[in-house]
């Protein structure tokens, strides 16, 4: 029987192909129960904001290591606006130095989580903000 | 609300069709409702069925198919295409990871298309269980075509046979000894094989195998034995010396280079062409509306069974059942036999 | 090695010693955690002790060898770092040419000894700075280079006959390749004498590190393009750096590493005979480069096992008859990713020791990381204590004073075997599954990476895998050290420059030589000659991957989550 699960969505903006960190999350929210949907790399702020439509996820999450976040984050949060996607959570992790995540918070990323975060403390922060 | 959603879906509205699907999936009453809205404008979008061992290239090919139809050719219009592609949900963790859509690149930024990703939430046979709800949703926002790519698990991929009109069984070579298809019985639910991976070696061979057992195969109507439930393939209704029945072509492709999706959209096409023309897609409507049905009582039997019987009532028969104190029929008979209350929806 | 009968003794010595002395201290103390529990970084067990028993069938002559003496087990030179030191060269770069290049000047006054350079993203993806698809990306991870005028500046001042550069580019190396040499030329510098490597190693894009741009056949084309031409006329040069380092960093164990690099260096060997070039003229100038990871003695038998490898399959299964091309030459880089953002002082430890493992694992080249790897680029402050961390095993440790040390220690040939035996397991798994391209193409090594790295992290979480100040030791409040700031007017002045440079070039000429590279590329000829009048012409570096691009397509990589 069917039952409520948590949709999430993890993208690749920008050119930057490291991955393993997108994968090993991916996996982490799949054992914790929720459903991913995995865009790949090199992925644009429109493809990720289409995705997050059609997919009618719960959560989108972004992972950056290559330092473009602040240039590439904006425009993604304002088409998930334009989509009608306000009450998705959005949330970024790889390397983001701490002095740019208030600046982040601001334009509507929900949480940051930098290396070294442990994957539970992610999955419960999810659950806490969706559930 | 629903009426917004509803008046949304039918206008094409790409948020309400999302977000309508999430709530079949959720399987609630407001679901429910907006199917009952809908349902009077489904039967107009062609569902095709594309399945196939893992590993043989489906999202690809779809991704080659949607970008075929959306760009349309000679004598054929371009058509707006939906894709359902399932995945298979953990049994440990009830999570999926859901990574067709990232095969699918080429799609990305057409508004006349739609894909959607979903796990197949505990349900066997190839699909999930709002997959059929999901495809009316589609059709009644519009789109011409709906794909509905299977988990793929090969053993019990029948299910899409009752979904689709046309259902594409993609094959690859060296796969193993034996073609998949013939392995698992699903031989007899192709309209259009694809052997993908063409480039590869033993392809020639692939597709001769499936001549062969093409040619054993007989025309008429007959059953097939699969997983201990008899299905029945039916007779194709009209055949006659002018009317030949249908017999699946067997495309060779190579959907990373594009190759042989000219000749896969046109066996597409050619089989709905002919369900039109000898009456048989009226007849698969039935046939769907029937399995449809059947599987929705029992979902419904069953739910208001086990929301009118108590815990430990449940756990007491199941326990008799295990001692050998009880057999299951009569258990089950017990619970069906409740009072009427229990039926007072 | 070891006598018959005594072996036999020893065994039941070691039986004795089990039974009695370790027993009774077990009984009163049990080790901390159990048996099966320790293990190395890689998850690979290790004994509590090794003996002679463990090593019975080493042949010192046949296994080990002397160092500049098939199979090198023990090192590629007969002297090793006695004889010269590996040489110190910092990979390093970040937005404009200019800064680069002052960066480059502040490492040669410390005492680095060879340059290294970071591209940024668009460079790496032939994207010039401009592009609609660089946005946000410029000099954020290296230096940009659009065009010969960026590569001029990038080495302004820096006597590049005389020093040797390694670029770390990979689709597009055989064009920044050409831009360096033309860079040279135009200095009037004779182009033989100039030494130095390009990454080039495409293999391990698809593999891990994710830029890949054409499909493995265009892509492989290009690379043979460049043996062939440095063979020609770059004898100091190295053409490809076959590289380990980003598979480990995506989460392969140590053996994978090994495995993965290995197999990917004997396919470049094949590709190069298939173009009817004569070993022995391009195999001495490919060159390695390996991850030194957390496990000190892993990472240690890992180079060790690498070169015995190699060694012996170029010598009996390729038939190479010159010794130099069965030396495996390699650059090491300190692990990354075993690095925190979290206490990042703590980081210098962890890169002095994995340093210390590749020196004593006999490398001819070495980067040490900074401490706030994690964080940002380095900064000048951190980027010298990481240069003298070398400086300090150079002179201060004693390592140096002899050849690989740690030969003959039973555990570190012991795991050195082992390390090869599991090596030639992938070796026939990757056959069997139709050889490297294939392999990859099946995502074969992509999921053995993808599972490694999972496992990896649910050790972590589940507290099984300690990392000081990450799961252990953890402290709260910010971190506070001083971070690397960027010229903010950089992308400003990049495309200033790049607009200048596209007005004040002949553009006729651009585009006959663009044209004429387009031919080269739908034929068989060798692209490189063709590359350089595109270079020397200042089309830019987009330009020319387009011609690519329209000629070989772009791939889709097979995704392996």
């Not at chain 2, 594309?50 to 198919?65: A, F, Q, R």
């Not at chain 3, 890169?351 to 040490?368: E, F, I, N, R, Y």
């Not at chain 3, 034929?523 to 000629?551: H, K, S, W």
Request: charge should be negative; hydrophobic fraction near 40%; include cysteine.
């Amino acid at each position: 029987m069917p039952d409520k699960k948590i949709r999430v969505l993890i993208a690749k903006p920008g050119l930057d192909g490291h991955d393993r960190g997108a994968k090993v999350i991916a996996r982490a929210l799949r054992d914790a129960g929720m459903e991913v949907i995995y865009t790949g790399i090199r992925q644009t702020p429109e493809m990720i904001a289409e995705a997050a439509l059609q997919e009618d996820v719960d959560v989108v999450g972004l992972s950056i290591l290559s330092g473009a976040h602040l240039a590439l984050f904006p425009r993604i949060v304002s088409l998930l606006r334009e989509n009608g996607l306000d009450d998705v959570l959005v949330v970024a992790g790889g390397i983001i130095p701490d002095e740019d995540v208030p600046a982040l918070n601001d334009m509507g990323i929900g949480g940051v989580f930098g290396p070294g975060t442990p994957t539970d403390e992610i999955v419960d922060f999810i659950r806490g903000q969706v559930l | 609300m629903t009426e917004e959603l509803v008046a949304g879906i039918l206008a094409g509205q790409r948020r309400a069709i999302a977000r309508a699907i999430t709530l079949v999936e959720n399987d609630g009453s407001e679901a429910q409702a907006i199917l009952a809205a809908i349902h009077s404008h489904t039967g107009r979008a062609h569902i095709v069925g594309v399945t196939g061992p893992p590993g043989s290239g489906k999202s690809t090919l779809v991704n080659d198919l949607a970008l075929s139809f959306r760009r349309g050719s000679a004598g054929h219009p371009p058509q707006t295409v939906g894709i359902i592609a399932i995945d298979p949900t953990s049994p440990f963790s009830g999570g999926a990871i859901l990574g067709d859509r990232i095969r699918m690149r080429d799609l990305a930024g057409d508004p006349g298309i739609f894909i959607r990703s979903m796990a197949s939430r505990g349900s066997l046979g190839g699909l999930a269980w709002a997959t059929a709800d999901t495809v009316r949703l589609l059709d009644a926002g519009g789109y011409d075509l709906v794909f509905v790519e299977t988990v793929g698990a090969g053993q019990a991929e029948v299910d899409i046979a009752k979904t689709a009109h046309t259902t594409v069984v993609v094959e690859v070579p060296g796969l193993g000894d034996d073609i998949q298809a013939i392995k698992a019985g699903i031989l007899e639910i192709a309209d259009v094989f694809a052997v993908n991976k063409a480039d590869h070696e033993g392809a020639d061979h692939a597709v001769q195998v499936l001549q062969m057992m093409l040619d054993l195969n007989s025309p008429g109507p007959h059953a097939v034995m699969h997983h201990s439930r008899l299905i029945e393939v039916a007779a194709i209704a009209g055949q006659t010396a002018d009317t030949p029945a249908w017999r699946p072509p067997i495309h060779k492709t190579v959907a990373t280079r594009g190759e042989g999706i000219d000749g896969l959209v046109e066996a597409i096409l050619a089989h709905r062409a002919y369900l039109e023309r000898t009456g048989n897609l009226v007849w698969r409507e039935r046939e769907r509306a029937a399995s449809e049905l059947e599987t929705i009582i029992q979902q419904e039997a069953l739910r208001r069974v086990l929301a009118h019987t108590d815990g430990k009532q449940l756990a007491a028969l199941i326990d008799q059942i295990a001692r050998r104190e009880l057999d299951p029929y009569a258990a089950g008979q017990l619970l069906l036999n409740q009072p009427s209350q229990a039926y007072r929806g | 090695m070891f006598d018959q009968d005594r072996l036999e003794t020893l065994q039941e010595q070691k039986e004795r010693w089990e039974e009695t002395t370790l027993r009774k201290t077990l009984a009163e103390r049990p080790e901390r955690i159990p048996p099966d529990r320790f293990v190395t970084t890689s998850s690979a067990p290790v004994e509590r002790l090794y003996t002679p028993l463990d090593v019975a069938g080493l042949d010192y002559a046949r296994d080990l060898g002397f160092p500049g003496d098939y199979p090198f087990t023990r090192g590629v030179h007969p002297t090793m770092h006695r004889g010269r030191l590996w040489t110190m060269r910092m990979f390093a770069g970040f937005g404009m040419a200019e800064e680069t290049n002052a960066r480059y000047k502040y490492l040669l006054e410390h005492g680095e000894t060879g340059l290294s350079v970071a591209f940024d993203m668009p460079t790496l993806y032939g994207y010039d700075s401009d592009a609609p698809e660089a946005l946000g990306e410029f000099g954020k991870c290296g230096v940009a280079v659009s065009s010969l005028a960026d590569m001029e500046a990038l080495f302004d001042g820096i006597p590049v006959d005389q020093i040797t550069t390694s670029m770390t580019i990979n689709s597009p190396a055989a064009i920044v390749w050409a831009m360096y040499i033309a860079m040279a030329e135009k200095r009037g510098i004779p182009i033989e004498v100039l030494g130095g490597t390009i990454q080039n190693d495409i293999l391990k894009e698809y593999i891990a590190q994710k830029e890949f741009i054409f499909p493995p056949k265009p892509s492989m084309r290009l690379v043979v393009d460049t043996f062939e031409f440095g063979s020609q006329y770059l004898p100091r040069w190295n053409t490809i750096s076959i590289s380990g380092y980003h598979i480990r960093e995506a989460g392969a164990t140590a053996v994978q590493e090994l495995a993965f690099t290995l197999a990917d260096g004997l396919e470049y060997v094949r590709w190069g005979l298939a173009r009817g070039l004569e070993i022995d003229a391009f195999a001495p100038r490919l060159s390695y480069f390996f991850n030194s990871h957390n496990d000190f003695f892993e990472e240690i038998c890992k180079f060790r096992a690498a070169r015995r490898i190699w060694a012996r399959e170029m010598r009996d299964t390729f038939g190479a008859k010159s010794p130099r091309s069965w030396l495996l030459r390699f650059h090491t880089q300190t692990a990354g990713c075993s690095l925190t953002a979290q206490q990042p002082e703590n980081n210098i430890v962890r890169t002095a020791w994995q340093a210390l493992a590749a020196v004593l694992g006999g490398t001819q080249s070495l980067h040490t990381n900074s401490m706030d790897e994690a964080l940002a680029l380095p900064s000048e402050y951190a980027v010298k204590i990481a240069l003298r961390t070398q400086q300090l095993i150079a002179h201060e440790s004693g390592v140096t004073n002899t050849v690989d040390p740690l030969a003959g220690s039973y555990f570190v040939e012991a795991l050195t075997n082992r390390m090869e035996q599991e090596t030639y397991n992938y070796f026939s798994k990757i056959e069997a599954l139709g050889g490297v391209i294939p392999a990859l193409e099946k995502g074969f090594m992509q999921r053995e990476i993808a599972e490694s790295a999972y496992r990896y992290q649910i050790e972590i979480d589940a507290k099984q895998r300690t990392v000081i100040g990450v799961n252990d030791y953890v402290e709260e409040g910010p971190v506070r050290i001083p971070l690397l700031e960027m010229d903010p007017q950089g992308y400003t002045r990049q495309v200033a420059r790049l607009e200048r440079v596209r007005r004040e070039r002949d553009n006729e000429q651009v585009g006959v030589a663009l044209e004429a590279l387009r031919q080269a590329a739908q034929g068989t000829a060798n692209t490189m000659p063709y590359i350089m009048d595109c270079v020397r012409a200042y089309a830019t570096l987009g330009e020319i991957m387009g011609i690519f691009r329209q000629v070989f397509g772009e791939y889709r990589e097979p995704v392996i989550i």
